[in-house]
């Protein structure tokens, strides 16, 4: 079958599998690999996107679903404000390790300074529960988004 | 200048912007799809496999069994008894069986189905406590024990009858998942002249390197392993990626294509390592005063269908199994045991996890049995400079165990945070918890033919410098810590130095990027290179000033002449001229461990070259409504030597004690009576998320390692080790019930909570 959609700004028109999930056609078809598969069940975040700005999973999501709707992933995401904010504060705070959870949790970090540029430490945790990390044990994650909220209101 | 700085990680951007790329990231032109065919069951007779009409369905390009492989089907690792696929019986529920490669996932899954895997099934063995029991099957040799290790110092039985107090108890430990977020994966590409390149996510390259040369039946020459970013391993790369690069590798020779191969996560989870599950028993007496005068251990280790790596596992595990205490009377029994389970191997702590869990939970049941305070009593009992452990080892220097334990007390205000906390009148109930432990760094007396490292140092002619290393990058931030080193090594800035990928047919041979060991056994073989290519940049000043190379230094990214130190050549101006002379800007250095001594018989001797050491204090709050229990705060004090780059070491200590707080409170993967995992995905074995993360204060102790670059020691795995006895320590303190099996679930700790409500 045949979907239209935009990523990361750009409209596509393209033939899908009927079976596909978003996520195999971003990394298959469109080549944007950054968006990880940890665990294809809906549990780790690491396929993490915004569609139409919302937060999913994007291996819980069929590809047909986004037909006419707008896709945005750490491809995109990584060349705006808030989206190089954060990535500029996940390496300064240590927040990186493995990195195979960091994209899932800049596009989730995302989400949330665009609905709450100033989240508390308790809302950063909340907000981010979807996605696990195995590394970091998270002290620093939450730190770096703390940080990145203080640079862009600083520069604003 | 490069040394001890929060740098930040070079590969940082690249994996937060989604650039880095990880094997399944990977694609190759006519790449095709690999699977495995795993065994549903845990023992039995395989009765029918149809390969023909597998091979018949449209897209299918290669089908292996263990008759097709080209050289032995085998997975090389400790023992050789694992095969690569299994061979007409199976031994656990996972277990390899065939191969197949397709130009599509769906045809792959067909060509599956098609086989029509057909077993005969026989009674398994899955409790390890019945290993002996005459009606068990014989699963490996006459005795099903894969290993047994043993302690002999003094006489026990001589020094209990001399003690005030003596306990024994059991304590129980379950499997532990890796989790880590990228799961298995290799993509194999045959080469023009008949040999085989593997990218891969992996700990252990040159592992690989050997397996894959073997089950190919290639010469090693002709196989090439590169390592690919790799998204965590924590152990469960260390071994298991030989089998993983072995399917990928015999099934593109075979379709003479490239074949990617990435297991699901819950075929990773049925199919790959795990931590060992354990029984061990204690014995431990002391003297009124608090001095521990003996202890027995007798410990059993469920090592699965197959040895692997479970012989090296338990002796860490023994070594560390009376921990870091002075007991001039033990004996040690160690065992490991085959069931008809996934084979367990390498996490981290090796071992010592499980007993540590065992001896510091006893530790703590002594010492209120003795009305002493545990703080003190580890006061007590602790190694010292100048003690020995119980192999008879004499800590020599490099010991901050008293330091570690002293300021985690401090920092956590211990003795008044601990009136306040039980002076809350609250269903919730709150407690604080101890555990001092220690790590032996590096393979030791365990691995003495492992324990080589190499590196490759390479100054360039404009002044930047390349290095490479044979241990791996999996997350730890070796790659920015090695870094570091070169850069203070000859004081030029970070940014100079860059560090090449690590790819078997170009860095040398550094054995396995395990135990701790990278930053300090790499670290020594850099400084060597490096100490050899400053001596030849004096040379080539000294030549330049016509004055003699001893009067010449190379320091502060200058040569400097001794004689007179405003005499210069600044650093890119030296490499230019060295390069224009001709000077030898490269060198190969290698390193091996300093030997230990070992007595198997006794196991008495040096069982380590140094050791890191370790005191958690945990907060914990025990819901006596839902028997619910968090980690509410964490001190942990780490003796490291030398941090080489605070930051990382941070990351280190929190992100190892949130998995020590999963072993202890959450994880707990369940493999029933008849050898099925109930619950093989992330959705049913719970790792800790950001709502569960408690607030951790690092503490970093430095006592340096004079042997370990910059005094660095390693201690990758140390943080783990020690959080779930703290944890039960804690819940002891917060409502008087003892845990002696992790993971303490709500499930267990619920209904000893129903006498406390009682009594209130
Ligand atoms: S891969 Fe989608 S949530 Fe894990
Ligand atoms: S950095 Fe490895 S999983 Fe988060």
């Known amino acids: 079958m045949r979907i239209e959609f935009t990523i990361n700004g750009h409209p596509v028109n393209m033939e899908i599998d009927p079976s ?33 700005g919302a937060l999913v999973n994007s291996c819980l999501v069929p590809a047909f679903q986004v037909d006419s709707r707008s896709v945005e992933t750490i491809e995109g995401l990584r060349e705006t404000e808030i989206g ?53 044990g998270y002290t620093k994650i939450i730190e770096a988004v703390l940080l990145a909220s203080k640079k862009i209101k600083e520069k604003r | 200048m490069a040394v001890g700085k929060r740098v930040i990680r070079v590969d940082a951007r690249a994996k937060a912007d989604g650039s880095a790329k990880y094997v399944a990231d990977m694609s190759m032109p006519g790449m095709l799809v690999g699977r495995v065919l795993h065994s549903p069951v845990a023992r039995g007779r395989i009765t029918n496999l149809d390969i023909d009409s597998a091979r018949k369905i449209a897209g299918v390009r290669a089908v292996v069994t263990a008759e097709d492989i080209p050289g032995g089907n085998i997975c090389h690792i400790v023992i050789d008894d694992m095969p690569l696929l299994a061979n007409g019986e199976v031994k656990y529920t996972g277990e390899p069986i065939a191969l197949v490669a397709a130009e599509s996932r769906s045809a792959v ?16 063995l ?37 003690a005030d107090i003596v306990i024994e108890r059991t304590y129980r430990t379950t499997y532990q998942e890796h989790a880590y977020l990228e799961t298995q994966g290799m993509l194999a590409v ?25 089950v190919c039946g290639l010469p090693q020459s002709k196989v090439r392993i590169i390592q690919t970013t790799t998204g965590g391993a924590f152990g469960g790369k260390e071994d298991v990626p030989s089998l993983v690069a072995g399917w990928a590798a015999v099934l593109a020779l075979k379709a003479n294509r490239p074949v990617k191969l990435i297991l699901d996560r819950s075929e990773d989870i049925i199919s790959m390592s795990k931590r ?6 204690i014995k431990l007496g002391a003297d009124k005063k608090g001095k521990l005068v003996a202890a027995e251990v007798d410990i059993l280790f469920d090592a699965g269908a197959y040895a692997t790596l479970s012989s090296v596992v338990l002796w860490r595990g023994t070594v560390h199994a009376c921990g870091p205490y002075r007991i001039p009377a033990v004996k040690i029994d160690a065992r490991a045991v085959a069931t008809n389970k996934v084979p367990c191997g390498a996490y981290r702590g090796f071992g010592s996890p499980q007993t540590l869990f065992a001896i510091e939970s006893a530790i703590d049941e002594l010492a209120y049995k003795l009305d002493i305070d545990p703080v003190e009593f580890r006061r007590i009992n602790i190694l010292k400079k100048g003690d020995k452990t119980v192999t008879g080892q004499k800590i020599r220097s490099s010991c901050g165990l008293e330091e570690c334990l002293e300021r985690a007390v401090q920092a956590s205000d211990f003795i008044n945070l601990r009136k306040k906390l039980h002076s809350e009148d609250s269903p919730v109930k709150r407690g604080l918890g101890i555990s ?39 997350g730890q931030g070796m790659r920015t810590v090695l870094g570091q080193i070169v850069a203070e090594a000859f004081g030029i800035p970070f940014e100079k130095v860059s560090c090449l990928p690590v790819d078997t047919s170009r860095v040398p041979d550094s054995g396995p990027t395990v135990a701790s060991r990278a930053t300090t056994m790499s670290g020594r073989a850099l400084l060597q290179a490096c100490t050899h290519l400053k001596r030849n940049l004096a040379k080539v000043a000294a030549a330049e000033w016509g004055t003699k190379d001893r009067i010449v230094n190379i320091a502060a990214g200058k040569a400097i002449r001794t004689d007179n130190p405003d005499i210069t050549i600044p650093w890119n101006e030296l490499a230019a001229i060295a390069f224009d002379k001709k000077a030898e800007l490269t060198v190969v250095a290698h390193d091996s461990s300093p030997p230990t001594s070992w007595n198997p018989e006794t196991g008495q001797g040096d069982a380590y070259v140094v050791y890191s050491w370790c005191a958690n204090i945990a907060q914990v709050a025990v819901d006596t409504r839902t028997g619910e229990v968090r980690l509410e705060k964490l001190w942990a004090a780490h003796d490291i030597g030398k941090a080489i780059n605070p930051t990382l070491v941070e990351g280190q200590i929190e992100g190892g004690s949130v998995q020590g707080m999963g072993y202890g409170l959450t994880e707990e993967y369940i493999i029933d009576e008849n050898g099925i995992p109930l619950n093989p995905k992330l959705s049913f074995y719970y790792i800790p998320t950001t709502e569960d993360a408690p607030t951790i204060e690092p503490i970093i102790v430095e006592s340096a390692y004079d042997k370990g670059p910059f005094g660095a020691k390693g201690f990758g795995e140390q943080p783990l080790m020690g959080i779930a006895p703290a944890i039960a320590n804690a819940i002891f303190d917060a409502v008087k019930i003892r845990f002696r099996e992790q993971p303490f ?16």
């Open chain 1, 20 to 52: 596909a999930r978003l996520l195999d056609i971003l990394r298959e078809n469109l080549d944007l690999t950054g968006t990880k598969e940890g665990c294809g069940e809906g549990e780790c975040g690491a396929c993490s996107v915004l569609l139409d």
């Open chain 1, 84 to 136: 190089k904010a954060l990535i500029d504060a996940f390496c300064e705070s240590g927040a990186i390790q493995c990195g195979f959870c960091s994209p899932g949790f800049i596009v989730a970090s995302t989400a949330l300074l665009r609905s709450n540029p100033e989240p508390t430490e308790s809302e950063i945790r909340a907000a981010l529960s979807g996605n696990l990390c195995r590394c970091t």
């Open chain 2, 109 to 124: 899954e067909d060509a599956l189905e098609a086989m029509n895997l057909q077993i005969e099934q026989l009674p398994p």
């Open chain 2, 126 to 162: 899955t409790d390890p406590e019945k290993y002996a029991d005459p009606d068990s099957p014989r699963l490996s040799g006459k005795d099903n024990i894969f290993a047994h290790h043993k302690i002999r110092r003094g006489k026990t039985d001589v020094a209990f009858g001399k």
């Open chain 2, 190 to 214: 045959p080469t023009q002249e008949g040999g085989i390149d593997i990218y891969g996510s992996m700990q252990c390259p040159f592992y690989v390197h050997g397996a894959v040369a073997t």
């Open chain 2, 276 to 281: 060992h599950p354990s029984r061990t028993h």
């Open chain 2, 436 to 474: 001092t432990i220690f790590y032996g760094m590096g393979l030791g007396a365990g691995g003495t033919k492992l324990a080589r490292t190499g590196a490759y140092v390479s100054i360039q002619p404009d002044g930047s410098v390349q290095f490479a290393v044979g241990t791996t990058e999996m």
């Open chain 2, 745 to 760: 679930t709500p499930e267990k700790v619920w209904p000893e909570l129903k006498g406390l409500d009682n009594e209130d």
